[in-house]
Nanobody, 123 residues
Framework: QVQLVESGGGLVQAGDSLRLSCAASGSTFSTYGMGWFRQAPGKEREFVAS???????YYADSVKGRFTISRNNGKNTVYVQMNRLTVEDTAVYYCAADREGTGFRFAGEYDYWGQGTQVTVSS
């Protein structure tokens, strides 16, 4: 069982930036695909960004050009840098890990999930 812990959320104003971090337990982090998902009140959980074990990245259309996902395998950590935030980005952000290393946009592909970190963007 892999444990994932998100951090870095908070309250910011529209146009500001945040960087979220997700720290993973275990010795096989470098083999995981890692993803970020978010869920706003009353909305379905949606894909945000992902990075494969081979460092290929994918982004939802709504965040492409504003968000950047990256990983530091030496720290067992994945990040998402979020720039030019809008109120539409307000959500709980979840980190997820795919053991097969190829996780993309489908939540069902991921095996482990963090508890989430709240991002609130005010206008």
């Amino acid at each position: 069982q892999v444990q994932l812990v998100e951090s870095g959320g908070g309250l910011v104003q529209a146009g500001d930036s945040l960087r979220l971090s997700c720290a993973a337990s275990g010795s096989t982090f470098s083999t995981y695909g890692m993803g970020w998902f978010r869920q706003a009140p009353g909305k379905e959980r949606e894909f945000v960004a992902s990075i494969t074990r081979w460092d290929k990245t994918y982004y939802a259309d709504s965040v492409k050009g504003r968000f950047t996902i990256s990983r530091n395998n030496g720290k067992n950590t994945v990040y998402v840098q979020m720039n030019r935030l809008t109120v539409e980005d307000t959500a709980v952000y979840y980190c997820a890990a795919d053991r097969e290393g190829t996780g993309f946009r489908f939540a069902g592909e991921y095996d482990y999930w963090g508890q989430g970190t709240q991002v609130t963007v005010s206008s």
